[in-house]
C-alpha cells in the first residue's frame, strides 16, 4: 500500500524541460513559438498540445480532450447570481453587488485519476444501549449488518428489562469510539496554467467527463485556448495533497470527533482536459470577489461570496 500521505510534507515541484525557442507542430507541421517555462503549448493552427517527452524531444499529447461550452453570456451571469445568492443569510447579493469584468477561456486541467484509502479513528455520540465499546465498520456489509443486528437486540433487551422492572430506558447519548476504513475514487481536476490559483477547485469538484470529446480546436468558437507550464509530475503530487483533505472532509461526517486519519494515495497516469471557464469579478460593499463557472454544466468551480448579507 506504500507510506501514508503526509499533508505537511512539501510538495516537490517538478521542473519542467525547456523547450527550444522556436519549433513545429508535430499533428500539423505549423510553427510554435514556446513562452518561457511552458510546459504545454498549444497549436495555434489545429490545437494539438506538444510537451517535451523525457528523452527532451517534443511530443503531442495524445489523451487530449475538450468539453463543449454550452453558456452564453446571460446564461452563465445568471449562474453566477443563482449561486451569490443561495442561502437564507444571502439576499439579493447579486442584485447588489457591482459586476467587473467577465471572461471565457478555454482552461487545460489535468485529470488525475486518484484512488484514496484511509484508515481513521475517533468518537462519535450515539443513543443508549451502544456502550462505550468500539464500533468496527469497516467496508464489509457482513459486519456493518452484525453490528446493526448486536445494537438491536442490546436496544430490544434493555427495553424488555426496564418495563419488567418498571424503570425507563437510559436515553442519555453515550460516546464509543470509532475505527473505520474509507476507500474512493475520484478523477482530481488540476489546472495546468501556474497562476490560475482561483481556477483550481479544492472541495471535491469534477468535471462532467462522460461530455468530454477529442479537442478540436474548431470547437471552440474562436474562444482563447491557454496553454500550460504544470506538468503531469506536479500535477499527481498536487492530486495526492487535495485526496488527503477529501478523506478527511469525509472521514468527518462519520465521527463527532476526528482523532487521526492516515491517507494512502495513489495517482495515475491520466489525460489533458481544456475545459470551457467563465471567470467573472464583482465587488461587493466595496469587497472584491470572483466566480469560476464550468460552462459546460454551469456549476461553479470556486469562487467567493458573502458569508452573509442581509441588507
Same mark, same amino acid.
Given at each position: ?13 517538478? !521542473? ?12 500539423? /507541421? /505549423? ?8 510546459? &504545454? ?31 452564453? $453570456? ?13 442561502g437564507v443569510l444571502?439576499?439579493? =447579493? ?17 485529470? @488525475?485519476?486518484?484512488? @484514496?484509502?484511509?484508515?481513521? *479513528?475517533?468518537?462519535? $455520540? ?23 443486528? &448486536? ?6 433487551a434493555a427495553a424488555? #428489562?426496564?418495563? $419488567?422492572?418498571? *424503570?425507563?430506558?437510559?436515553? %442519555?447519548?453515550?460516546?464509543?469510539? @470509532? !475505527?473505520?476504513?474509507? %476507500?474512493? %475514487?475520484?478523477?482530481?481536476? +488540476?489546472?495546468?496554467? !501556474? ?13 462532467? &467527463?462522460?461530455?468530454?470529446? $477529442? ?5 471552440? #468558437?474562436?474562444?482563447? =485556448? ?11 503530487? %498536487?492530486?495526492?495533497? &487535495? ?17 487521526? +486519519? ?14 470551457? @471557464? ?12 470572483? +466566480? ?5 454544466? /454551469?456549476? =461553479? +468551480? ?5 458569508s452573509f448579507s442581509?441588507?
Amino acid at each position: 500500500m506504500g507510506q501514508p500521505y503526509n499533508p505537511n510534507a512539501p510538495v516537490q515541484q517538478a !521542473r519542467p524541460p525547456s523547450m527550444p525557442q522556436s519549433m513545429k507542430c508535430s499533428s500539423c /507541421g /505549423g510553427p510554435l513559438s514556446p513562452g518561457s517555462g511552458l510546459a &504545454l503549448v498549444v497549436c495555434e493552427y489545429c490545437g494539438a498540445v506538444t510537451t517535451m517527452g523525457s528523452g527532451g524531444a517534443a511530443e503531442v499529447i495524445q489523451k487530449h480532450y475538450m468539453l463543449e461550452n454550452k453558456l452564453s $453570456n446571460e446564461a452563465a451571469l445568471e449562474a453566477g447570481g443563482k449561486w451569490l445568492n443561495k442561502g437564507v443569510l444571502r439576499r439579493k =447579493v447579486a442584485e447588489r453587488s457591482d459586476l467587473g469584468q467577465v471572461t471565457l477561456r478555454y482552461v487545460p486541467y489535468w485529470i @488525475v485519476p486518484t484512488s @484514496v484509502v484511509a484508515d481513521f *479513528q475517533g468518537t462519535k $455520540n450515539v443513543g443508549a444501549g451502544a456502550g462505550t465499546g468500539m464500533m468496527m465498520h469497516g467496508d464489509t456489509g457482513a459486519k456493518k449488518a452484525a453490528g446493526a443486528a &448486536l445494537f438491536a437486540l442490546t436496544m430490544a433487551a434493555a427495553a424488555a #428489562g426496564s418495563q $419488567n422492572r418498571n *424503570q425507563s430506558v437510559n436515553t %442519555q447519548q453515550q460516546v464509543v469510539r @470509532v !475505527r473505520d476504513r474509507i %476507500q474512493m %475514487q475520484y478523477n482530481i481536476p +488540476i489546472v495546468a496554467v !501556474r497562476g490560475y490559483t482561483k481556477y483550481q477547485p479544492d472541495d471535491g469538484f469534477q468535471f462532467q &467527463l462522460q461530455s468530454k470529446m $477529442n479537442f478540436d480546436k474548431r470547437q471552440t #468558437g474562436g474562444v482563447d =485556448v491557454q496553454s500550460g507550464d504544470v506538468t503531469e509530475a506536479e500535477a499527481k503530487s %498536487q492530486a495526492a495533497a &487535495l485526496s488527503h483533505k477529501f478523506a478527511e472532509k469525509q472521514a468527518k461526517t462519520r465521527v463527532d470527533n476526528l482523532e487521526s +486519519i492516515q491517507v494512502y494515495p495513489t495517482t495515475y497516469d491520466g489525460e489533458l482536459l481544456h475545459a470551457p @471557464v467563465w471567470f467573472m469579478e464583482y465587488a461587493h460593499k466595496g469587497k472584491q470577489m470572483f +466566480i469560476v463557472i464550468d460552462g459546460s454544466s /454551469g456549476s =461553479v +468551480i470556486e469562487g467567493e461570496r458573502p458569508s452573509f448579507s442581509l441588507w
